[in-house]
């Protein structure tokens, strides 16, 4: 380590010592941590724990589907009297376990889970930070997602059993405590989990964006950041400025529903007597309802469009087709997002023409979508492709991304939607284009940077039979729906075996619960293999895959603090993969254009002229040793 | 061990802002965009018919004065901050927290006019918003007096003066903020009754 710089170089990080040598206690450094790396980790677990129990909740419902004439009597033990006393599931409690898992799913899994662990995780390490703006914020923001966790999960054992009224909580049935059991207690301690999930999304958010703008390393500009970075930067701005929105929403829900105000609700009858309140809209609440709702789906999905855009260059060993492209296309969604969301509408009697002008909207989402879709495909195009575990589930993604997002043209058409609307198709549809899509880019940036987390590699033979069998398994599960779905079964409904058209489709439903048993089994092979590994994987090499961004510098285990000398400076952009000339098939964004004079393209030696020239814009770079 | 020097170019340091600062921006681009919601909630629901008319209570008139003034004075505890002159600084961080304070209980009067006017929480959309919305604005405006309390506290300790002027920015930025968000709500309700 032998960087001595002269004049000018700027000490930002005159606290780095401060950190470097400092060690606390177990609960500082583990419980109540502020190193955005031990932050990115609990958010990891615990999502990872939502996942399996919403997983879960999912298989059990699908038992109910696949097999309605199965007796469920061995299930008691779990789930007490939630099975009635002929063995078969309570009705109120499967809308019940289908709301659960979709609020788990969407918020706990895919937004905390996924944007709290990567973004928290690489923020600071890919833009040469030493911790987040905030991160006192940053571990207020994990401790108030745990309490919101921790809500939520009691509401599951109440005896009125959690919220039933869907993950959207459509008024009246969600304001009406009278409407269903599920409506009751889980109902209200579904709002305060999800106030609170509010706020810690919000904190992140705020420090996500703060870091990303004003903590930037000496020439990491805006057009050398990875592609993650501008993802997070992206999601977090949507969060900000719709979440307040969903904010608002649930603050007159409950005042509806504990105050005794009309905001929602009007004219309701319940057995013959007619209730007090009047003058309020049910379309009102999806208004603000929607208007986080579909913004959320792309909260959801960036992350992990970044995500795949960083390991399928890093993968393919070269640069990702269309930079500019890829940061202009997700900026272009993100503005899309918010003027789209009367789609979720159409058939709740909108104006006809309001209906054309918001699918006019919808349907140009599918330009950016495809632009991104062409330039992974172009990454991947010849290039000397590396099938990591990351990889794959990578490409499993844009697969993903494709089918569902397909269908979406589909759902997007007012007319279609009349048909189509609330039944499975729309269940398939966004399992693949949101749910899957997005879980795949979990999984992925979990195996890429397992490495940096936890010091040690993941097994790949382990990872690549985790991601065939789940590849699989999910077409197998959400392929058969659309056919469900076009012959007009609709979604949360507890059985289907009255209507006599059901009973041609009864092989496919038992078809799909087995493939989503066998899908959620695999999910245990990759615990097995996540856990293994923290302790006995193989020690990973500093840059294990041979990329180019700045966390790939650190040493093995960073400490809080990140790197233990000074941060390291960028000289260009991260996906200088195979460059014609060079030495190796990488160049790491801090090496400078000087080092690397036989593959330079003549407009970069041009900016070392530029930049050195006169004796205060330069350093002087002593030898390594 | 050989010593070639090289020569390199040197990196840019990207242009940044105090992030704290920053923070706070985004902060109140997230309370304004709850009172969005509801505004936008409340033309939604208009639209609708079935709305209920009344006059607001006169005292929201005063209350923003009140308001208002506030913000004066707590500019002036900032261009005391910026001369060093301390005991200003705390005297103008008081009465602005007693300002506030006032509002407050302004606005608390003003429901009681409403009360008295047989608007209530309950009833039609039309009255139930003015409380929420008022209501949560009172609720940043608590906010903001505890906020103007850490000041002073911050003022007593000698960390407020010229030279360390951003606590007192920022608490500047927030009250101006609470002042604007205020006007800009009575302007709404004045205007779509
Ligand atoms: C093991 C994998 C999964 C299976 C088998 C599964 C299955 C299902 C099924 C069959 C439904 C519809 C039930 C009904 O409408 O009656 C459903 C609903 C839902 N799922 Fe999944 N799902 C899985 C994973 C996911 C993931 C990863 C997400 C993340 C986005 C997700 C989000 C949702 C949502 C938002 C709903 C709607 C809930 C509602 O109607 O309120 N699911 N799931
Ligand atoms: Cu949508």
Not at chain 1, 113 to 132: E, V, Y
Not at chain 1, 237 to 257: K, Q
Not at chain 2, 90 to 98: D, G
Request: aromatic share 16%.
């Amino acid at each position: 380590m032998a960087t001595t710089a002269t004049h000018h170089d700027i000490h930002h990080d005159t606290h780095a010592d401060e950190h470097e040598h400092h060690e606390g206690n177990f609960w500082t450094n583990y419980i109540f941590s502020q190193d955005h790396k031990v932050i990115a980790k609990q958010f990891l677990i615990t999502g990872i724990f939502w996942a399996l129990l919403g997983g879960i909740l999912s298989v059990i419902f699908r038992l109910q589907l696949g097999f309605p004439d199965a007796s469920l009597e061995w299930l008691r033990p779990v789930l007490g009297g939630w099975i009635t006393p002929d063995g078969k599931l309570n009705q109120e409690f499967y809308l019940a376990l289908v709301t659960m898992h979709g609020t788990i799913m969407v918020f706990f899994v895919l937004t905390a889970g996924l944007s709290g662990t990567f973004s928290n995780f690489l923020i600071p390490l890919q833009i040469g930070a030493r911790d987040m703006a905030s991160g006192f914020l940053n571990m207020l923001s994990y401790w108030f997602f745990f309490t919101s966790s921790v809500i939520m999960f009691i509401s599951l054992f109440i005896s009125t059993g959690p919220a039933g009224g869907g993950w959207t909580i459509y008024p009246p049935l969600s304001a009406l405590p009278q409407a269903i059991s599920g409506s009751g207690l889980g109902m209200t301690m579904w709002l305060v989990a999800m106030a609170l999930f509010i706020v810690s999304s919000l904190l992140g958010g705020i420090n996500y964006i703060t870091t990303i703008i004003n903590m930037r390393t000496r020439g990491m500009s805006f057009t050398k950041m990875p592609l993650t970075i501008w993802a997070f930067f992206f999601t977090a701005i949507i969060g900000l400025l719709s979440f307040p929105v969903l904010f608002a929403a649930a603050l007159l829900l409950i005042f509806d529903r504990s105050f005794g105000t009309s905001f929602y609700l009007s004219d309701i009858y319940i057995q013959g007597q007619a209730l007090a309140h009047e003058g309020g809209s049910a379309i009102l609440f999806q208004h603000l309802f929607w208007f986080l709702g579909h913004p959320e789906v792309y909260i959801v999905l960036l992350p992990a469009l970044g995500i795949s855009s960083e390991i399928i260059a890093t993968n393919s060993r070269k640069p990702i087709f269309g930079y500019k492209a890829m940061i202009g296309s997700m900026l272009f969604i993100a503005i899309l997002s918010f003027i789209v969301w009367a789609h979720h509408m159409f058939v709740t009697g909108m104006n006809p023409f309001l209906g054309s002008i918001f699918m006019l909207l919808t349907l140009i989402i599918a330009v950016p979508s495809a632009v991104k879709i062409f330039n992974y495909v172009t990454t991947l195009w010849r290039g000397n492709i590396r099938f990591t575990p990351g990889m794959l589930f990578s490409i499993g993604l844009v697969s993903f991304f494709l089918t569902g997002g397909i269908t979406g043209i589909f759902l997007g058409n007012s007319a279609i939607d009349i048909q189509l609307h609330d039944t499975y198709f729309v269940v398939a549809h966004f399992h693949l284009v949101m749910g899957s899509a997005s879980f795949f880019g979990m999984m992925a940036g979990v195996y890429h940077w397992f490495p940096k987390m936890f010091g040690r590699m993941m097994d790949h033979r382990l990872g690549a039979i985790h991601f065939w069998i789940t590849f699989v398994g999910v077409y197998l599960v959400f392929f058969p729906l659309h056919y469900i779905g076009i012959a007009g079964f609709p979604r949360r409904y507890y059985s289907f075996t009255n209507f006599a058209f059901s009973s041609g489709f009864a092989d496919l439903n038992m078809l799909v619960s087995v493939a989503a048993i066998l899908t959620l089994a695999a999910q245990f092979i990759f615990l097995f293999n996540f856990f293994y590994s923290m302790f006995r994987g193989k020690l990973a090499p500093a840059n294990p895959w041979n990329s180019n961004t700045l966390e790939w510098t650190t040493p093995r285990n960073p400490q809080h603090g990140n790197w233990p000398g000074e941060i390291p400076a960028v000289y260009r952009w991260p996906y200088d993969y195979s460059k014609p000339g060079a030495k190796e098939d990488f160049i790491p964004q801090n090496v400078p254009y000087s080092e690397t004079p036989e593959s330079n393209l003549p407009h970069e030696n041009d900016q070392i002229k530029l930049e050195s020239s006169g004796d205060s814009g330069s350093i002087v770079i002593g030898p390594k040793h | 061990m050989s010593v070639d020097i090289k020569i390199v170019e040197e990196p840019k340091q990207p242009m940044t802002m105090n992030p704290k600062k920053f923070g706070m921006w985004l902060f109140m681009v997230t309370v304004f965009m709850v009172f969005a919601a509801l505004s936008s909630a409340y033309i939604v629901r208009r639209a609708e018919g079935n709305w209920s008319y009344f006059e607001l209570p006169a005292l929201f008139w005063v209350n923003t004065v009140v308001i208002l003034i506030s913000s004066i004075t707590l500019q002036w505890a900032y261009v005391s901050a910026k001369r060093d002159n301390l005991e200003s600084v705390k005297i103008a961080t008081i009465i602005t927290a007693i300002l506030g304070i006032g509002f407050m209980v302004g606005q608390y009067f003003a429901w009681a006019d409403l009360v008295t006017n047989s608007i209530h929480l309950v009833g039609n959309p039309s009255g139930s918003f003015v409380y929420i919305i008022s209501g949560l604005h009172g609720a940043h405006v608590l906010g903001g007096v505890i906020y103007l309390l850490i000041l002073l506290s911050a003022t007593q300790k000698g960390l407020v003066h010229s030279k360390s002027l951003n606590r007192i920015e920022m608490c500047a930025t927030y009250w101006h903020f609470l002042g604007g968000l205020w006007l800009y709500l009575f302007l709404f309700l004045l205007l779509y009754r």
